[in-house]
């Protein structure tokens, strides 16, 4: 259990290096080490360790550490990018509001009638934070890639969450979501491309004209 | 005879003359007026004791099998529709041809077939949804043809004004029926009264239908609509289409079980419409706008009876209800005969002189004599006076009102009441009518067009002489009428069986009689007697003053100023004044404007707040990403905010 927390505690510091990050590759980094712990979690959190819960964590590190991180470097090297980021919310008053979604996070999870066995484990807090993180992203950032690290913050967060039902949840939900993920990112990926050659820009405030 | 076969006909050469009326004008003429013909004959023979008709068709239409059904209430009403739609399309042969207006009249020949169509499909037929599918056509059909003239702005506007308040009142009937046959398990209409728990729902039937009806606040629409459409759609709209409201109304309180209040309610807000829709139509300085505004007063006298119906019904079946239903149901054909031949009239001026401002008509008599005589024949019906028809029903109604006040029951108030404000309108009537007659047919030209002024083609004045027929010949044998109208009241209300006319109203037929023979008798003497000798023609004396003009004569706003004074709460006259200064004064001004009190104070202020909280609601629709998903944590937030509450409880 402590294994664990410590973990979670770990990739809620990633959290808010996230929220305070200037740079686009800095966020992709910290989400990509984001991925790595998760991916890690299941190892720590099983008793008896069979090939499938050892598939399920590379599958996640691989997904959420190299697969996906690379895919969003690569756009951003596509489109031309430039590396550093313009927020609507600065990074002070996004740490501090990521500051304070975790305590909320944390007095929330006290308050929710969970099973004895969750009860000291930081799962539901560390979900609750970075469901949290990863909005502050999406509304605080103009950049479409800032965006898609917001998501996959979020993302990461409702992982979180499944890791509670692990025991329950069949391997192939996991994988079939982490497809998706993937398919997405490649997608979105695609899309930044197609943006940043039809608008010269990347900046979403500017897609407003679509609207209706 | 049966009268089934001839609403077919009816039906069948109404839809015929919708497919015709684009090309073939001729062919559209001979077909509708054979169509309302053959439903004036269908009606007929239900009022003269044939049996009423019902049919269900075996096929189903929106999932509901077709049924129609014609009784003697429905029968009423579609014997003035059937009257009125030939009528009018004869002059509107005449007036919107196809030489004067080659782009609009196709549409509006097709466009008037429908509408007299879908007002036969909503008399009869007998089926929620179908009903609704009718009256949403009919609703359409009278927005084209409106808006026929469509290039000026005013015109557009009106167009507008009467959708959207036409649909506001289909949104409730939607409601009503919706409600209906949620609690009845079925769209088939008929009658219910048994089942007491459908009383409410009548509010709902009366704002719905009262708007179509134009009674007093909801009348909005009604004003701009009927002074901006061409002259015979004018016609029909005041003289048939406010009906259909009056029709639900009745109808729906014959069916269904009405709350104890609604008498009241009716009575109350009918002669309420009376007082003030005449008192706004005395103020107009429009003719139509003003023939408008007194439709708003009749169907107020026609809701009085309704109202007061129903007052008798609920308290033991009265026999003045009886008295009053019978003077609503005549008052129904005798305003849709006398008002339709007032717009035809009116439409004869607009078209010999090309305005609607009584400032600028007068003299008309000598250049428009045929119009003249028959405007005149209206006059005098709407205003009420004996020898014709519009004196007998308002007679019935006072007759009514005046046994109910003496019964002594809790409804005596609401007929004293009703007495009283009828009274009033009846005597503003009259002047407002001495207004219209001396200001477009007497005196002399107020300006160009009415001195070039020339009689309308045959065409417009032969449906206006059937019309002033009709007018005379209820005014002077009412009894003929008696039977027919008898049978509506007990189409109604079955506890009231159809009798002979009461003494009262033989009584009145023949006064009017002698009183119509005498005035001739009178007329002919004094021409015998006085022509030539009386035609000294000279200037009235005017103190000695050397140059008068046709300006100097008393305006439309002169004749109405003293009771536009007396109403100045609820008319909120605008003045523009510039007294004339100095010893020479150079220019002088005074212009009165009546506004539409009820939609320029009350309607629009409520809508421009209503639009601007609603574009302020709008901002929030952006279009920026970020804040739409601070909406989703923000509501998502609440969410969980309310479980965890509901949780902890």
Redesign the interface.
Known sequence: MRDLNLLIGLAMGLNLVALGSSRLPSIIRATALQGVLLGIMPLVLEHDIGWQVVAVAVATALGKGVVIPGLLQRAMRAAHIEREIEP?IGFVPSLLLGALGTIAALA?AR???LLPEHAKSLLVPGALASMLTG?VL?????KAIS?VCGYLIFENGIYLFGLLLIGSTPLLVEAGVLLDLTVGIFVIGIIVDRIQRAFDSLD??K?????? | MRAGPWLVLALAALTLSAVAGRRWPRTWLVLIVAGGAAAAAASVLVLSGAPGWEWRGAFRIGGEALHLRLDALSAVFLALVGVLGGAGAVYAHGYWSDAQYPASAPRGRAWWSVLVLSMTLVLTLSNGLHFLVAWESFAIAAFFLITLDGGARAVRSAGWLYLAASHAGTLALFAFFALLSARTGSWDLGPMNAQAALAPLFWLALFGFGVKAGLFPLHVWLPSAHANAPSHVSAIMSGAAIKMGVYGILRFSGWLPVPNAAGWVVIGFGAVSALLGIAFAFAQGDLKRLLAYCSVENVGIILVGVGGAMLASTAGDAVWGRLLLAGALLHVWNHGLFKGLLFMGAGSVLHATGTRELSRLGGLWRRLPWTSLMFAVGVLAVAGLPPLNGFVSEWLVYLGLFDAVTSRGPSAWAAIFAALLLGTAGALALASFVKVGATVFLGAPRGPAAAKAHESGRAMLAPMGALAALCVTLGLAPTLAWPAIARGVAAWHPAWPATAAPLALQAIGGAQLALATLLIAGAIVAWHQWRGKLARRALTWDCGYAVPTARMQYSSASFAGIVTGWFRWILWPRLALRRPRGLLPARALRLERIPETVLELVIAPVGALFLQTASGARRL???????Y??YV?VALAAL?AMV?EA??R
């Open positions: 609507f929330v308050s929710l009638p909005f999406l509304i605080g950032r103009v965006q979403t405030r897609l407003t004209v679509l609207r209706e | 629709q952006h279009g920026s990403l970020q804040a998903i601070l944590v969980g965890l949780g902890a």
